[in-house]
């Protein structure tokens, strides 16, 4: 059985691109077969793996609209063991093509049902809003990974997040679970961080995932090289945290 994790947080900049490219590599090694799939129009986790989404002549957005299968979009590169449905940034389109379209927020959903089996984790990073495509990504996944990063005001997007949530299960009769929030930018040496963090495992008890994705150098760099953070610089406190992330998740099941 395949699980479909959502990762998402209206809030921009706070790792959820970092995750999602990162995560299916961590995943993988623990034998896992992974699909990520990237539909936030900005395309960075496309971007992020080395692909450019400008040379691309089918993407998401083709196969959201039915024109294509969503088999024919996938990519399997060479340097990596996980799968990817990358994006172009005329997804950005399909924001307004597809309102007009007959079940337009389970379109993500009725492309992963014809792929999903082939994996063990679907991995979906979410644009920074809770627009069409967001609600998309929620409805086809099983669980939703919240990334959050320690500072204030944080625990009110998560909030709203989460009553979000509970308006498409009760709406939609669905049963999306929260697989748990993940703190990402953490610094030790910074006691808001601490303060926060101490205050959402107290908030959403037995949600918090004990991993913390440290804030490095490292995590800000490896986009631009379309590398991960394992081949940028494996001996990064990042690979240590991701590696770990993958075992909670894996073993929350
Ligand atoms: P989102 O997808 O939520 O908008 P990103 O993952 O793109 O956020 O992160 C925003 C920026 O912060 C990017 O430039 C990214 O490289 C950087 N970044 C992400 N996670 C970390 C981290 N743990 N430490 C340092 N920089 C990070
Ligand atoms: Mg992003």
Redesign the pocket.
Known sequence: MSRVIAIA?Q??????????VNLPVFLTAFGKKVLLVDI?PQA?ATFSLGIKPRDLNISLYEALLGQVSPKDIIKKTPFLAFDIMPTSHNLAGANIELVNMENREFKLKEALDIVKDQYDFVLI?CP?SLGLLTLNALIAADEVLI?VQCEYLAMEGLGQLLQNIKLINDNLEMNIKVLGSVM???NRKNRVCAAISKDLRRSFPGYVFDTV?????S?????VTGKTILRHSPNSR?VHAFRELAREIISKN
């Not at 809030?11 to 999602?20: E, H, L």
């Not at 995590?219 to 986009?223: F, K």
């Open positions: 947080n809030k921009g900049g706070v790792g959820k691109t970092a995750i999602a936030d960075n990073d920074p990334p990402t930018m953490y994705i440290p804030r490095t150098v995590l800000s760099e490896s986009p990042a």
